[in-house]
């Protein structure tokens, strides 16, 4: 397989996967997701703003993920976010820890 359609693939398996985050598992929680993943739909846009920044585009982390969610984080969260328990909090913090801090 040739360079350029790798790349293509690899974008039709983002997009596809965005579209099931953002369209088909609304009711999947982004602290599930991190809890139980390491990463999250946060995760994914901040790595959409890295891959932009990397090439010389300016992108905030807001811009990012207002691109990848398709709206700004206080739609999402008015629209599709739920309370978090206080166990799931605390493991939101082990998971950020682990996979995003460490991590850089």
């Known amino acids: 397989m040739d360079k350029q359609t790798e790349i293509e693939l690899q974008a039709a398996a983002f997009r596809r996967l965005q579209k099931h985050l953002m369209e088909d598992r609304t009711d999947v929680q982004n602290i599930d997701m991190m809890n139980l993943t390491g990463f999250c739909r946060n995760c994914l846009s901040r790595w959409y703003q890295e891959a932009a920044n990397d090439k010389g585009i ?21 629209n599709y976010q739920t309370d978090a328990s206080p166990e799931k909090q605390a493991a939101f913090k082990v998971a950020f820890e682990e996979n995003v801090t460490k991590k850089g």
Do not use: I, L, N, S
């Not at 905030?60 to 969260?77: L, P």
């Open 58 to 78: 300016e992108m905030g982390k807001d811009e990012a993920r207002e691109v990848f969610y398709g709206m700004t984080m206080d739609e999402w969260k008015a």
